[in-house]
């Protein structure tokens, strides 16, 4: 008879756990959806094209640089400019694990873009609800579903990092102004979205390994790393600081007693196959010698040190410091996430700002937000609970809201992009009709790295005269000279001269005309204190671009020559592009408007 009460216990415990398991999972399908919409809004809005639509900054320029053609001798060619490229000089293919995977999962599903984008997308929703779950599990003493959802919620549905402005968009109703400037934490299609499931399984191996399982998770830790140094090199230099604030706190605690040795084989595990993955793919960072690489610049803390700094250092002191004695080793990697990302984030004092490592680690700052808050929120809520029965009813609230801010955010993240988007679909549409070749060269705007010159090559074999995205796809001895002298012309044919690059004021007032005339890293160095030297230094490299244009230089007539046909894409109603400009280069054959955009034929002179 004693067998029947365990019986009775293991059915209760399965019907238990299949009933969590089908509520998590229909949280899951509510977020996953809440994601989708932005995408299956503008579909049913403006209709269905081969070019995704664009919620977030980048998209285009990771489309392209998972679309590269790698030849012979480690040669590919830049999609926008045709021009061949050392694979090993592009610093994207050297940690390129991801685009590789989209160009994986390109080749099994094949089909549309834009479907392909919205499978990638909903891939990697789920990888992040999956590690989710095994971290927020590792991390909960009671883990029963309303608290596993709330954490994941947290984690997908509110940017922590722009919680003030969230507050403010509520308190404006009825009016929804404040929800424009506000995204979904993940929306961006590649990073930080791919790294973000590599940094959840390596914390909860980190809590495995130090709960005092020998071998298994510091191994797997270990695999996970060279994943996210080939994946996103930020986030190996985030796991290496996460690890080493836990080893320098067990070095100065006389309470506690580790194994050294799984810890010492994890540390050369790593360094071997870090150290072979960098010798195979190139070890130089963006050609800066060591100097160039360390410096000490504390005035970047001024901008540095923010509300985000400041709140992820007071949420990891406050869990360090909190007397719940229970699963020391959560608290110590939870304090180890918010510890190490809040110092990194003031990473720009001590590295060159070239190597974007403070603006890249922001990246994870809401997650090292979402974890943190979700697990004082897993610690307080069960002592009120204890004094307060009524509080039981929290727990929902807390996720309705989230749900409900989540769908507003993602509405709006649809309304806000829903222009733009269609102006583009209705542009796609137009080139897919034009039959355009390998010899044909583009003229189009190219504003911003998303712009119409950005996307070409997702549609067509033609070559385009100037995008911002090119410059991460050239060979890095001539990248400032091509580049510049492709800007210098789209300036002139946009009826730009040296005059109005030397007018570029140097205040805050004209940073986006700055930032149009610098390249990639010099963007960086225009928000250093060295703002006024940094763009004298700009104007003065690229004024003789703009003069051997002026005065029709013969080498810029050879340019034009290499290509049959020129297409110029301008607007009906604001041309972009001048009539004098072009005809010094360019005889215009053919000139019609189509929809709301003006196309102009052209052959060299």
Request: positive net charge.
């Amino acid at each position: 008879m004693k067998l029947v009460p365990q019986i009775v216990f293991v059915l209760k415990r399965s019907v238990q756990k299949r009933s969590e398991f089908l509520r998590l999972s229909t949280w899951g399908l509510i977020i996953l959806t809440i994601y989708s919409y932005p995408y299956l809004a503008t579909w049913v809005t403006v209709g269905f094209v081969n070019l995704p639509p664009k919620f977030s900054p980048d998209l285009y320029l990771y489309l392209n640089l998972s679309d590269l053609k790698f030849l012979a001798k480690g040669l590919t060619i830049s999609p926008w400019y045709g021009i061949p490229v050392p694979a090993v000089d592009i610093d994207y293919n050297r940690f390129g694990l991801a685009f590789q995977a989209f160009r994986i999962l390109r080749y099994i599903v094949g089909g549309d873009l834009s479907i392909l984008v919205l499978i990638w997308n909903l891939l990697w929703f789920t990888l992040i609800w999956l590690s989710g779950i095994w971290f927020f599990r590792a991390i909960c003493s009671e883990p029963y579903w309303p608290k596993l959802a709330i954490g994941l919620s947290l984690l997908l549905l509110v940017d922590l990092t722009s919680l003030r402005k969230a507050f403010w968009a509520w308190g404006q109703l009825p009016s929804f102004r404040g929800f424009e400037d506000l995204r979904l934490p993940y929306i961006r299609e590649f990073f930080p979205r791919v790294a973000i499931p590599l940094l959840l399984s390596y914390s909860a191996m980190q809590i495995y390994g130090l709960r005092g399982q020998k071998w298994f998770p510091w191994i797997i830790m270990a695999f996970i790393q060279v994943l996210a140094l080939a994946t996103f090199p930020y986030l190996a230099l985030l796991m290496g600081a996460i690890t080493l604030v836990i080893v320098l706190v067990l070095c100065f605690s006389r309470k506690v007693l580790l194994d050294w040795r799984p810890l010492v084989i994890f540390g050369l595990l790593c360094a071997v196959s870090d150290g072979v993955y960098l010798l195979l793919k190139g070890a130089s960072v963006l050609g800066m010698d060591q100097k160039s690489i360390l410096i000490f610049n504390p005035i970047h803390l001024s901008h540095l040190i923010g509300g985000t700094f400041i709140s992820i250092l007071i949420l990891a002191v406050a869990i360090f410091l909190s007397k719940n004695k229970s699963h020391p080793e959560v608290k110590l990697v939870l304090f180890a996430v918010g510890f190490a990302s809040s110092l990194l984030l003031l990473a720009d004092v001590l590295l060159s700002p070239l190597l974007l490592v403070s603006t890249h680690i922001g990246y994870f700052a809401h997650t090292a937000l979402a974890l943190l808050t979700a697990y004082l929120i897993f610690q307080i809520y069960p002592i009120l609970s204890r004094r307060f029965h009524s509080l039981i009813w929290i727990p929902y609230s807390i996720l309705v809201a989230l749900l409900l801010h989540g769908s507003v955010v993602a509405y709006f993240t649809f309304h806000r992009a829903v222009s733009f988007n269609k102006e583009q679909a209705e542009l796609a549409l137009l080139i897919n009709s034009l039959r355009l070749r390998e010899s044909d060269l583009i003229i189009a705007p190219s504003r911003n790295v998303d712009d119409t010159a950005a996307w070409v090559p997702l549609l067509t074999k033609a070559k385009v005269l100037f995008t911002r995205n090119a410059e991460f796809v050239l060979p890095p001895k001539e990248k400032e000279k091509i580049q510049r002298c492709r800007l210098a012309l789209y300036l002139f044919m946009s009826g730009r001269d040296v005059a109005w690059v030397e007018s570029t004021p140097v205040t805050p007032e004209g940073k986006a005309q700055q930032k149009f005339l610098s390249l990639v890293g010099e963007e960086i160095l225009l928000d250093g204190p060295d703002r006024e030297r940094s763009l004298y230094s700009i104007k003065e490299k690229l004024t003789p671009f703009l003069l051997k244009i002026i005065n029709h230089d013969p080498e810029i007539r050879e340019f034009f020559r290499r290509y049959e046909r020129i297409l110029i894409i301008d607007h009906v109603h604001n041309h972009l592009f001048q009539p004098p400009r072009i005809s010094a280069y360019l005889e215009v054959v053919e000139e019609k408007e189509e929809n709301s955009y003006l196309l102009r034929w052209c052959k060299p002179l």
